[in-house]
């Protein structure tokens, strides 16, 4: 299973109460059973359920996550909490929204750590054939489908947490905030055009320019995954578990890439220009569709140098089923990016960093829209009184298929100073 790079990455200021999945889900149960007004009107759904996670009062749900709250910040996570489980979890016990967000953020600080054993599907190992098969497969699958999806248009909401000291506001000064903290949010349209990715700049309140995000990453839709396959080529891969996934079952393999075989690049970028750059090596984690070959989640844990200005550079990408017109394809539903901005580091303007930074990228990707037209000929338009030239075409407009609900080139990550 994949090391847990993060171990110095999320570890707070403070004494953190690490806990697995299931003593995570016995504190959300015992305080889901607390009486609180109005409760009864709610059953709790079977384990294996996803209910809908909209229903109950919102103001029940509000006070309860008041209670809830204090207590999940307080709480590091020695397992993966996969989304699987979190939307679960979201249901079966009725949490508010802040609740919600609090979980969703604990599932990413460990979302390089293992899954639980017991939610590991209990499937015999496939052989060494049928293991070759599955990785050809996925090879095929984003050389051809994932590099050759039509062309679309999707909203990329980015949102930013860092454990930087927060400045406080009115008496000018900075105090340890334990923790992560958020720093902002950056909306933004990312555009898939004749089978490149392009990123068509980032919108959000104080944060026009997208040389503010700080953290980036790049690939998603497909160069990361295509990159990572060329490299384990001369790399080693082998079959590791199965585990049950939003769509199935995924046959999980671990990777591993040295440097002289790496086309993965780190980039830092300080004061507007590329201080760093590095093809480190790196190892992850990729889950496989048995039968298609559709890349279905894929971890990336970069292995920096002692002396390097930034570490601990990681990606998470889940992917998830989209309709696009007429077709049903695999897109990227959310990604998480991870890295720590070393004390020696980039400068912000005059002053050097007096500690490392940790920064982690949550992004979501939604509203899937297709770039398509239809022509149609047009005919018997003298007998309506509209003579229309021979051979002129009427163009539909652009099509607009939404997303299932269902929730770099590989340029790595870059740090620009805010």
């Not at 979980?103 to 015999?124: I, M, V």
Request: proline share 6%; with cysteine.
């Amino acid at each position: 299973m994949c090391a847990a790079i993060l171990a110095g990455l999320v570890m707070p200021s403070y004494a953190a109460e690490k806990m697995t999945v299931s003593e995570l889900e016995q504190i959300i149960a015992q305080h889901a059973a607390q009486p609180h007004e109005a409760a009864k009107k709610h059953t709790p759904a079977a384990s294996d359920e996803i209910p809908d996670i909209v229903n109950g009062d919102l103001l029940q749900q509000l006070d309860q996550d008041d209670e809830l709250l204090p207590r999940l910040a307080g709480i590091e996570l020695t397992e993966r909490l996969s989304t699987l489980k979190m939307y679960q979890l979201i249901g079966k016990y009725n949490l508010g929204i802040h609740t919600q967000q609090a979980l969703e953020q604990l599932a990413d600080r460990a979302a390089l750590k293992n899954l639980p054993t017991g939610e590991l599907l209990h499937r015999p190992s496939p052989d060494a054939e049928a293991q070759q098969t599955m990785l050809k497969k996925a090879r095929a699958y984003v050389l051809g489908e994932l590099s050759h999806l039509p062309n679309f248009v999707a909203s990329e909401t980015t949102t930013r947490f860092d454990n930087s000291p927060v400045m406080l506001k009115y008496f000018q000064a900075t105090t340890d905030q334990a923790g992560f903290h958020r720093v902002g949010t950056v909306q933004g349209q990312i555009s898939f055009q004749d089978g490149k990715e392009v990123t068509d700049g980032a919108r959000g309140p104080g944060e026009a320019k997208r040389k503010d995000i700080g953290l980036e990453s790049r690939g998603e839709f497909g160069t990361e995954a295509a990159v990572v396959l060329m490299d384990i080529e001369k790399g080693t891969v082998v079959f590791d578990h199965w585990e049950q996934s939003m769509v199935g079952p995924a046959a999980v393999y671990l990777y591993s890439v040295p440097r002289e075989s790496s086309h993965y690049e780190v980039a830092d970028a300080c004061q507007d220009h590329v201080s760093f750059h590095d093809t480190p090596a790196y190892h992850g984690e990729i889950a496989l569709d048995p039968k298609a070959g559709a890349i279905l989640r894929m971890t990336l844990e970069a292995e920096s140098r002692s002396n390097d200005p930034v570490s601990h550079v990681a990606s998470v990408v889940e992917y998830g089923p989209v309709v696009l017109g007429n077709r049903r394809s695999i897109c990227p539903l959310r990604s998480l990016t991870f890295m720590v901005e070393e004390a020696n580091g980039c400068s912000h303007g005059n002053h050097k960093l007096d500690k490392p930074v940790a920064m982690i990228n949550q992004t979501i990707f939604s509203n899937y829209h297709r770039f398509g037209s239809n022509a149609t000929m047009i005919f018997d338009e003298a007998q309506n009184g509209r003579a229309t030239p021979e051979g002129t075409h009427g163009k539909a407009a652009p099509g607009a298929e939404k997303g299932l609900p269902v929730g770099p080139a590989p340029s790595g990550q870059n740090r620009r100073p805010d």
